[in-house]
């Protein structure tokens, strides 16, 4: 009795907790939960706090500083006039402060480069986390539709076994009558069995597929989930636009804000060997006071300004070597932005081309499938009608299962090359 309500417990917690799900919430949940997204929206968030005219340097400085001395001293003085003094023991005070600002006027417009450069990481760091976004729905609808297509086999399956049994039915009505012997029924059985068995391990896979579709939205491995769906291609991709789109890439669009981050960088270390000019203002107090000596108290006060220049003369041709250094990261970016140009090029043109193939050969396989299934049938009535033998019956069968498993890959091979497709143009999700 206990072992009966343990069952119906798990029975009702499964049907409860089972829980289906779409591909835009599997895409939600994904976006909302993976750890390189968040990441990447940490560093946007740092890059837009530290683009600011304050971190490039463009803002006074102020600081101020206070000291007070307490001293306990011996004196011993002899002046011109005669007068000696010597105390021991006597105390001092010394009691200094200050507050002062400084202003950078001029250093090559360093500043200017430096403030457009942090605006350019800001904007750079906002493309890869698109990319980041981008590769994680593509991610999301390869495993989502790895599902869809491993559940589109078991209708396949739950087909066929369905026919094994009518043919089963057949055998044995007329095994009855004396027109069908062991061997049919036999290698009958074997077959709806072997069927039955393969139907065992598809659920297996699927079950599979489930763990690693939940561990990708970073879910509970063990959830109950139900995905109902199929398989529909998008049949109107062009090629002149997915290769128009790649400049509109996140990536593409990064390498082209490194660009311009070496350019800025090269600004800035030209800037090096360009004199600056900075202004100093700010307000000093001072105060000095002792018990014992010729000088009991001295006090000064007051505001002052200076403005300082510094030329930079010679240091071992050290800021001519940055600038040639900065010069070759910018020629490095433009090649990297060259090369990953074709290689995405080359690539949409080889994944387009599968797309176009198998897009043609999907509705060739759609009229086979069908074809197969009417084949079935037709077989099924022969061998009723003792027309045709088992062995054409079993062909008949495994022919329409080729069918259905050939007809599944390639909707499934199209929607791989559609996802990958859009995905280069930067238009996945739209």
């Given at each position: 009795m206990r072992n009966f309500f343990n069952l119906l417990?798990?029975?009702?917690?499964?049907?409860?907790?089972?829980?289906q799900i779409s591909l835009p919430d599997a895409i939600?949940?994904?976006?909302?939960?993976?750890?390189?997204?968040?990441?990447a929206k940490n560093t946007v968030t740092i890059n837009s706090i530290?683009?600011?005219?304050?971190?490039?340097?463009?803002?006074?400085?102020?600081?101020?500083?206070?000291?007070?001395?307490?001293?306990?001293i011996g004196i011993n003085q002899k002046l011109n006039t005669g007068v000696t003094?010597?105390?021991?023991?006597?105390?001092?005070?010394?009691?200094?402060?200050?507050?002062?600002?400084?202003?950078?006027?001029?250093?090559?417009?360093?500043?200017?480069?430096?403030?457009?450069?942090?605006a350019e990481l800001q904007k750079q760091s906002e493309q890869l986390l698109n990319a980041k976004?981008?590769?994680?729905?593509?991610?999301?609808?390869?495993?989502?539709?790895?599902?869809?297509?491993?559940?589109?086999?078991?209708?396949?399956?739950?087909?066929?076994i369905e026919l094994s049994r009518k043919q089963l039915e057949l055998v044995e009505a007329q095994k009855a009558v004396g027109?069908?012997?062991?061997?049919?029924?036999?290698?009958?059985?074997?077959?709806?069995?072997?069927?039955?068995?393969?139907?065992?391990?598809?659920?297996?896979?699927?079950?599979?597929?489930?763990t690693d579709f939940l561990n990708l939205l970073n879910l509970n491995p063990d959830s109950l989930?139900?995905?109902?769906?199929?398989?529909?291609?998008?049949?109107?991709?062009?090629?002149?636009?997915?290769?128009?789109?790649?400049?509109?890439?996140?990536?593409?669009?990064?390498?082209?804000?490194?660009?311009?981050?070496?350019?800025?960088?090269?600004?800035?270390?030209?800037?090096?060997?360009i004199p600056s000019v900075r202004t100093n203002a700010g307000f000093?107090?001072?105060?000095?006071?002792?018990?014992?000596?010729q000088l009991l108290l001295n006090q000064s006060y007051g505001p002052f300004i200076n403005i300082g220049v510094s030329i930079p003369i010679y240091n071992g041709s050290s800021f001519k070597r940055q600038k040639q250094v900065a010069t070759i990261n910018t020629n490095n970016a433009k090649l990297q932005k060259e090369s990953s140009v074709a290689g995405f090029k080359s690539n949409t043109i080889k994944t387009y081309q599968a797309y176009a193939a198998n897009l043609e050969m999907a509705s060739t396989q759609q009229n086979t499938y069908n074809i197969s299934a009417q084949l079935v049938n037709l077989v099924l009535q022969r061998y009723q009608l003792s027309q045709a033998t088992i062995l054409e019956l079993q062909e008949a069968l495994r022919s329409f299962e080729s069918a259905g498993y050939r007809l599944t890959n390639l909707l499934y091979t199209i929607k791989l090359s559609e996802i990958e497709l859009k995905r280069i143009s930067g238009k996945l999700g739209l």
């Open positions: 417990l798990i029975l009702i917690t499964s049907s409860t907790y089972a829980q939600n949940i994904a976006l909302k939960n993976n750890f390189d997204i968040q990441i530290n683009n600011h005219i304050g971190i490039a340097g463009g803002l006074p400085t102020v600081s101020a500083t206070i000291s007070d001395q307490e001293s306990m003094i010597n105390r021991s023991g006597a105390t001092s005070n010394n009691l200094t402060a200050n507050i002062t600002g400084t202003m950078l006027l001029y250093n090559g417009n360093r500043v200017i480069a430096t403030k457009n450069k942090l976004i981008q590769n994680t729905i593509a991610d999301v609808m390869v495993k989502y539709y790895d599902i869809v297509k491993q559940q589109s086999y078991i209708k396949t399956l739950e087909l066929a027109m069908a012997n062991n061997a049919d029924l036999f290698q009958t059985e074997i077959a709806l069995n072997t069927r039955i068995q393969d139907l065992k391990l598809q659920q297996l896979i699927i079950n599979q597929a489930k989930i139900v995905i109902n769906d199929t398989i529909i291609n998008d049949q109107h991709i062009l090629l002149d636009d997915v290769l128009n789109g790649i400049h509109q890439n996140p990536l593409i669009i990064s390498l082209e804000q490194q660009i311009k981050i070496n350019q800025l960088v090269e600004k800035e270390t030209a800037a090096l060997s000093n107090y001072g105060r000095n006071q002792a018990s014992a000596g």
